[in-house]
């Protein structure tokens, strides 16, 4: 999977696993009791996480390109609007990510689930059965909690 719609169709169907719709209006727009969105992301079919990431990225490089121009012909003025203007689509970058790490977060938690789906119980050492870390250049033990 090297995707962001396809990450996108996996997180939706781990919610109906867990007994909702992300793709509902209702479920999109429901609010925890902090006041803030409980699902940060849209995951309705026209939400092309493609696209939006690739646009904030490209906006990202065109301003870092002009910032280095404007440098280069000491046009400080110029530079410093350039930089901002990076920074925003950083900004948007960081904010899309956020709303990512929120989603997964709330899915494993399964804090908002509906039914009795449950994670398979990890081993005493925190190993994941599925994970090959030979082949996974990222792949860690789980540290388990133990009170």
Sequence with gaps: MNKFNDVKNTLWVLGLKQGFDLKDDVITWERGDDGLL????FYSDEDD???EIQTEINV???YINIYQKAIEN???GQASGALQTARIAAQSLATIFDSLDNDIHNLLTGEYKTNNFLW??????GDCPNLNKDEDPVWMPLIINKE
């Design 120 to 125: 398979p119980q990890l081993s005493e050492k």
């Design 60 to 62: 990202f490089f065109k």
């Design 38 to 41: 409980i699902w940060r992301a």
């Design 74 to 76: 000491e046009d400080i």
């Design 49 to 51: 996480w493609d696209k």
